[in-house]
């Protein structure tokens, strides 16, 4: 059964839970910036192993210093679903422990 999207209203209200996560066109979109690449290649490994728990993955882009993540639920045409707010919401939830601002 696909996962069904949600309205903007339902997005926007999400966001608001999830500083720094805004909405560029489909999907919703964050850049981390951390300490070092060290740091940074520590919380796209972080990341990686919760995208497998969920089942869920995002485009993950690590720079030197920063981690860009960009996710919309390809099973909902594009569409921004809860998954992508909860997998945000996890990505917020261990991102600070790495030094990411």
């Known amino acids: 059964m696909p996962t069904e999207p949600l309205s903007a209203h339902a997005i926007e209200a999400g966001l608001r839970e999830l500083p720094g996560w805004r909405l560029e066109g489909d999907r919703i979109?964050?850049?981390?910036?951390?300490?070092?690449?060290?740091?940074?290649?520590?919380?796209?490994?972080?990341?990686?192993?919760?995208?497998?728990?969920?089942?869920?993955?995002?485009?993950?882009?690590?720079?030197?210093?920063?981690?860009?993540?960009a996710v919309h639920t390809h099973d909902a045409g594009g569409a921004v679903t809860r998954k992508d707010l909860d997998l945000a919401a996890r990505v917020e939830g261990v991102a600070a422990g790495h030094g990411a601002r």
Do not use: K, N, W
Request: hydrophobic content about 40%; charged content about 15%.
């Open 29 to 69: 979109t964050r850049t981390y910036r951390l300490p070092s690449h060290f740091a940074a290649a520590g919380l796209t490994v972080h990341v990686a192993q919760i995208q497998e728990e969920l089942d869920h993955h995002s485009q993950l882009t690590l720079g030197y210093d920063t981690v860009a993540l």
